[in-house]
C-alpha cells in the first residue's frame, strides 16, 4: 500500500493514499511516482473505442459496452459502480478507485477485479480533481466518489467537467462517477445508472442470513432519446457474483419472498 509517509508497494494491489492536508506539490509527487511504477507495466490507450462490461451490463449501456473516453454515473450503489469496472479489469486493464475509504477489497476481488491492477485512492481530500485527472493518464477506468459540496466547495463546474472530458478523450479512458444522490450530479454523462428497486434473499422464518439480493437497474442515456432501460440482476446473487436475473431464478426468489412473508 502507498501511504505518503513511508511508502511500500502491496503485493496484491496498489494503494495511493493522499491525506487531506496534502499539498498540490506533494499530490503531484506522489501520482508521478504512481505513474512511473504502472507505465512500464500497462499501456495508455485502447485497442479499439470500447472497453468490454460484465455481459448482464451490457444492455444497460449504449453501444453495449463502456465507450473509450466516456463517462458514466452510477447512483446509490457501491456494488454496481464496481461491476462496470469488472469487464476491464479481466481483460487485463488497470483500474483506480478514488474517494471510498471504506471500500472492501475482498468485495472487490470477489466481483472479479484483478487487486494486481488496482489502484486505491481512499482519501484524495481537497485535490480529488488532480488525483483524477493525473490517474487518468495512467488507467482504463477510474471510479471516483466526489466528495460532498459544502458551501461551495468540491463543486465540479463546467468548464472542469469539459477540460476532465477532453483528458478521457484523449488517453482513451472512462471514468465513472458514484453519487448517493444527495450532491451534484455529474455533467454530461453517456449513461445514467440507478437501483429502482431491491429484495434480498436468505433469511427463513425468524432465522438465516441474508445471501443474495435482486435489484432493478434503470439506466437513461442522450443518445436513447429519452427512452430509459431496465434490467433485473442479481447483485449479488447467492455465488456473490453479479449476474442477470432469468424467469425461473425470478419465480423462484418472489416464492421464497411469499414464504417468508407467509
Known amino acids: 500500500m502507498f501511504e505518503n509517509g513511508g ?10 493514499r493522499v491525506d487531506d ?23 495508455t490507450t485502447l485497442d479499439t473505442r470500447a472497453l468490454p462490461t460484465h455481459p448482464a451490463l451490457g444492455e444497460l449501456l449504449p453501444g453495449g459496452a463502456l465507450a473509450a473516453g466516456g463517462v458514466y454515473a452510477v447512483d446509490n450503489s457501491t456494488t454496481l459502480a464496481l461491476g462496470l469496472l469488472q469487464g476491464p479489469s479481466v481483460a487485463g486493464s488497470w483500474c483506480a478507485v478514488v474517494g471510498l475509504p471504506d471500500l472492501g477489497v475482498e468485495a472487490a476481488a470477489g ?9 486505491l485512492v481512499p482519501h484524495p481530500g481537497e485535490q480529488w480533481l488532480s488525483v483524477v485527472s493525473a490517474l487518468i493518464d495512467v488507467v482504463s477506468v477510474v471510479l471516483v466518489k466526489p466528495p460532498a459540496v459544502t458551501q461551495g466547495r468540491n463543486r465540479l463546474g463546467d468548464a472542469a467537467a469539459s477540460k476532465l472530458a477532453s483528458r478521457l478523450r484523449q488517453r482513451e479512458a472512462v471514468l465513472v462517477s ?17 437501483v429502482t428497486a431491491s429484495t434480498w434473499a436468505g433469511i427463513g422464518a425468524g432465522f438465516g442470513h441474508l445471501t443474495a439480493r435482486q435489484v432493478t437497474v434503470s439506466s437513461a442515456s442522450r443518445s436513447w432519446a429519452g427512452r430509459a432501460k431496465s ?26 419472498l411469499r414464504s417468508v412473508a407467509g
Open 21 to 43: 492536508e496534502l499539498s498540490p506539490a506533494g499530490t503531484a509527487d506522489i501520482v508521478r511516482e504512481l505513474q512511473a511504477r504502472i507505465r512500464g507495466m500497462q499501456r
Open 111 to 119: 466481483l472479479g477485479l484483478d487487486l494486481e491492477r488496482l489502484v
Open 7 to 16: 511508502m511500500a508497494l502491496s503485493s496484491s494491489s496498489v494503494a495511493l
Open 178 to 194: 458514484l453519487g448517493d444522490g444527495s450532491g451534484e450530479p455529474w455533467p454530461r454523462t453517456d449513461a445514467r445508472l440507478t
Open 231 to 256: 434490467r433485473r440482476l442479481w447483485l449479488p446473487g447467492p455465488d456473490q457474483q453479479l449476474a442477470a436475473v432469468v424467469a425461473r431464478d425470478d419465480a423462484g426468489a418472489r416464492s421464497r
